[in-house]
């Protein structure tokens, strides 16, 4: 789930079909990775979403920043680098 999933007007989730096959949480940390330049916008997306911050969505998290760090690695995702680094910063230290 990221937000090319969505539509402005109407609001429509597209291609959800996968959502909720992956592991708890992953969905929302997945959404909450692509926030991550928008801060009020990642805000709100973890009040939408408890699971984020929770033991197992801790992991959840960590799993999706490091996904996302490696697709950094190949050239891809270059806008989100300093967000990500800063994200796996901030779950290592919980």
């Not at 805000?43 to 996302?68: D, K, M, N, W």
């Not at 190949?74 to 919980?94: F, K, T, V, Y």
């Amino acid at each position: 789930m990221h937000w090319a999933n969505l539509t402005a007007q109407p609001l429509q989730l597209l291609d959800w079909e996968g959502w909720g096959q992956a592991p708890e949480g992953f969905d929302a940390a997945t959404l909450y990775a692509y926030t991550r330049l928008q801060p009020d916008t990642a805000a709100r997306v973890r009040t939408a979403f408890p699971i984020l911050g929770s033991p197992p969505g801790l992991a959840a998290e960590a799993t999706v920043c490091a996904q996302l760090l490696q697709t950094v690695s190949r050239g891809d995702n270059l806008a989100l680098e300093d967000q990500l680094r800063a994200w796996s910063e901030e779950l290592r230290s919980r």
